[in-house]
Every structure is written in structure tokens, then in C-alpha cells.
């Protein structure tokens, strides 16, 4: 790449090409640099900056294949923030319209409406959160959804065969607690419930929808060690 950077993004979109956008440079600092992995070329091209510089935020490939949101995360002066931009044919446009919450450590999803789903984050010190929000790509404006009902950072959203989302793990720094109990978000009436619990609490690890699981793979579980384990959620 052109940049070295870490806790940036990385969106496969329709064409097979791989925007890849800021992240933390190697004196931790925010970064607005991006660029695209071409895979005809086995190469990486410089294209324009963000707008914002910005950390452990979410980007999420819009329904149209090509359009990317870019949500909150931390920016160069290590502030959480609400601001949001898309990534449009190789230019950045910020929105108008901020999120509810200056949030970063969140978990965005693409929901089958088209919108998108935005849940949880914090601040890595002393807080967690348990609101969402739902962007509208119509309006182009964040609304608030109904909140978890546990605090989560460095959370997982995976959208389920059935529209639901199924959210998991995360950390609340808010009282330094790992929940093991996941929730499903119903995109009908914007409200969360409590499903299946974790056998193990965990954060910053990975979720992937199989053909009738979710797989939940590592994390970090507050200990020096990392997770090793691996679970599975049964729809």
C-alpha cells in the first residue's frame, strides 16, 4: 500500500476492486489516506483522501454495489466522532447529516431495505455504548433505532437469512464487563431481544454467517491472553 496504517477498513466492492480507507499511521495517529487494491494489476492506486481523518470506524458497502458509508470513529486529534461520508466513483462526499452518537469501536450492517443499521461503539477508557441508529441512503440522514440492551464496543453485527441482526459479544467499558448474552435486532419494529448466550465473553473478534450458523471465531477477553476459542450460533 501507500501508506502503512492500521484499524482502517477494507470493503470489497461489485467490481472486485477493494477500498481500503484510514486507519492509524505508525505514530497512532488518524489518517484520512485511501486507496484501491486493483486485482487485474496486483496493485494499489492512490485515490483522494476522506474528508476526516478517522480510526475504528465502519464502512459499509451501500445496495448499489459501488457507493460506500463511512461512519464515526476517532479522528487525529483522538476525539470520537459523529460524521459520516460516502464513497461515490472515487470521490468522498460528507454528509450533511452526523450520526446520533460521536462513536467509534462500533458495528455497522446492510440491512435487505437498503438501510443500514449502526450499534454500540465507545470511547476505549470508561464508556460503552447500547444505542443504534439507522442510516436512510433516501434522505441520507441518521435516525435513532431502539438500544441494546447491554453496552457494547468491539461488537458484531451479522445480518441473518431472516432480516433480523443478530449482535455478539463486545466489551462494556462502562463497568469493565464482557456480556455473554446476544440480542436480534427486528428491522420491523426497530426494538432488540435477547437470544442464545456466549459460552465465552469476547471482543474485537469475528463473525461469519455459514449455511445455518454463525460462526463467532477469538477475541479478546480483557486477559493478556487472547481468545482462542471458537462457537457457533444455531438459527
Known amino acids: 500500500?501507500?501508506?502503512?496504517?492500521?484499524?482502517?477498513?477494507?470493503?470489497?466492492?461489485?467490481?472486485?476492486?477493494?477500498?481500503?480507507?484510514?486507519?492509524?499511521?505508525?505514530?497512532?495517529?488518524?489518517?484520512?489516506?485511501?486507496?484501491?487494491?486493483?486485482?487485474?494489476?496486483?496493485?494499489?492506486?492512490?485515490?483522494?483522501?476522506?474528508n476526516i481523518a478517522r480510526s475504528y470506524?465502519?464502512?459499509?458497502?451501500?445496495?448499489?454495489?459501488?457507493?460506500?458509508?463511512?461512519?464515526?470513529?476517532?479522528?487525529?486529534?483522538?476525539?470520537?466522532?459523529?460524521?459520516?461520508?460516502?464513497?461515490?466513483?472515487?470521490?468522498?462526499?460528507?454528509?450533511?447529516?452526523?450520526?446520533?452518537?460521536?462513536?467509534?469501536?462500533?458495528?455497522?450492517?446492510?440491512?435487505?431495505?437498503?438501510?443500514?443499521?449502526?450499534?454500540?461503539?465507545?470511547?476505549?477508557?470508561?464508556?460503552?455504548?447500547?444505542?443504534?441508529?439507522?442510516?436512510n441512503v433516501t434522505t441520507q440522514k441518521f435516525t435513532a433505532a431502539g438500544s441494546m440492551q447491554y453496552r457494547r464496543a468491539g461488537l458484531t453485527l451479522t445480518l441473518l437469512p431472516s432480516g433480523k441482526v443478530l449482535a455478539t459479544g463486545g466489551v462494556d467499558w462502562t463497568s469493565n464487563t464482557f456480556p455473554l448474552v446476544c440480542e436480534l435486532y427486528d428491522p420491523v419494529t426497530r426494538t432488540w431481544s435477547s437470544t442464545l448466550m456466549l459460552n465465552h465473553g469476547r471482543s474485537f473478534h469475528q463473525s461469519v454467517l455459514l449455511n445455518n450458523v454463525v460462526l463467532t471465531t477469538g477475541g479478546n477477553d480483557g486477559n493478556v491472553s487472547q481468545v482462542i476459542s471458537s462457537e457457533k450460533y444455531n438459527l
Open 57 to 135: 470506524f465502519t464502512s459499509t458497502l451501500l445496495s448499489d454495489g459501488s457507493t460506500v458509508l463511512v461512519t464515526g470513529g476517532s479522528n487525529a486529534s483522538n476525539y470520537l466522532i459523529s460524521t459520516a461520508e460516502l464513497y461515490i466513483n472515487g470521490s468522498w462526499i460528507l454528509l450533511f447529516s452526523s450520526m446520533t452518537e460521536n462513536r467509534a469501536y462500533h458495528a455497522a450492517v446492510l440491512l435487505n431495505d437498503g438501510t443500514v443499521l449502526v450499534a454500540g461503539g465507545g470511547n476505549d477508557i470508561n464508556n460503552a455504548y447500547s444505542n443504534a441508529e439507522i442510516y
Open 1 to 50: 500500500m501507500s501508506s502503512s496504517r492500521h484499524a482502517h477498513t477494507a470493503t470489497l466492492l461489485a467490481n472486485g476492486q477493494i477500498l481500503i480507507a484510514g486507519g492509524s499511521n505508525t505514530s497512532d495517529t488518524s489518517i484520512s489516506a485511501a486507496e484501491l487494491y486493483i486485482p487485474s494489476l496486483n496493485s494499489f492506486i492512490i485515490i483522494p483522501n476522506m
